[in-house]
T-cell receptor
Framework: DTAVSQTPKYLVTQMGNDKSIKCEQN?????MYWYKQDSKKFLKIMFSYNNKELIINETVPNRFSPKSPDKAHLNLHINSLELGDSAVYFC????????????FGPGTRLTVT | GQSLEQPSEVTAVEGAIVQINCTYQ??????LSWYQQHDGGAPTFLSY????GLEETGRFSSFLSRSDSYGYLLLQELQMKDSASYFCAVREAGSGAGSYQLTFGKGTKLSVIP
């Protein structure tokens, strides 16, 4: 039983391309997140959705656009990929917007060449 | 702005006790969490302190002193499988109304040696 799943696990692409990462949670949680972890393992929040509504939008280039078709899914689309976008992207979920425990997906390792 | 400080690396012997400290500066503090991440894996939740004092969960304990802006994670009876990175994370008000977000420290890489 996978609680939070992401696809793909690995993504290798060239600069300038557009790509998407998908996330699904089967925990019945209301809130989902996207994090970026860089090569130094620094983990930073990018976006959060609560019941399909965007509630956190950190300082992220507008080439990154999240979409939540329903509360169990949160996708991340990235336009015009740059070398600096190479990182591991983690999706996470929590029971609701005030819960302190977050459940992370396995991550998507994005490599831009 | 917010900042968290924790040691970058710690090495300890199997069976021993290790303490990983975390100091923080933030404008709106609601609690301190700890997450464990094995190489190539996802962060997993270990503990949360919303109030001062000690929280114990099995071999792991976490402590918070809000007046000192300080917390620590204590790992007892270390096992080889405890080798991982440990992140403290401050829970603070998010940019959206009624939301909270986690701001993570840079992590402490714990190596457990025989």
């Amino acid at each position: 039983d996978t609680a939070v799943s992401q696809t793909p696990k690995y993504l290798v692409t060239q600069m300038g391309n557009d790509k998407s990462i998908k996330c699904e949670q089967n925990l019945g949680h209301d809130t989902m997140y996207w994090y970026k972890q860089d090569s130094k393992k620094f983990l930073k929040i990018m976006f959060s959705y609560n019941n399909k509504e965007l509630i956190i939008n950190e300082t992220v280039p507008n080439r990154f656009s999240p979409k939540s078709p329903d509360k169990a899914h949160l996708n991340l689309h990235i336009n015009s990929l740059e070398l600096g976008d190479s990182a591991v992207y983690f999706c996470a979920s929590s029971q609701d917007r005030v819960s302190y425990e977050q459940y992370f997906g396995p991550g998507t390792r994005l490599t831009v060449t | 702005g917010q900042s968290l400080e924790q040691p970058s690396e710690v090495t300890a012997v199997e069976g021993a006790i290790v303490q990983i400290n975390c100091t923080y500066q933030t404008s709106g503090f609601y609690g301190l969490s700890w997450y464990q991440q094995h190489d190539g894996g996802a962060p997993t939740f270990l503990s949360y302190n919303g109030l001062d004092g000690l929280e114990e969960t099995g071999r792991f304990s976490s402590f918070l002193s809000r007046s000192d802006s300080y917390g620590y994670l204590l790992l007892q009876e270390l096992q080889m499988k405890d080798s991982a990175s440990y992140f403290c994370a401050v829970r603070e008000a998010g940019s959206g109304a009624g939301s909270y977000q986690l701001t993570f420290g840079k992590g402490t890489k714990l190596s457990v040696i025989p």
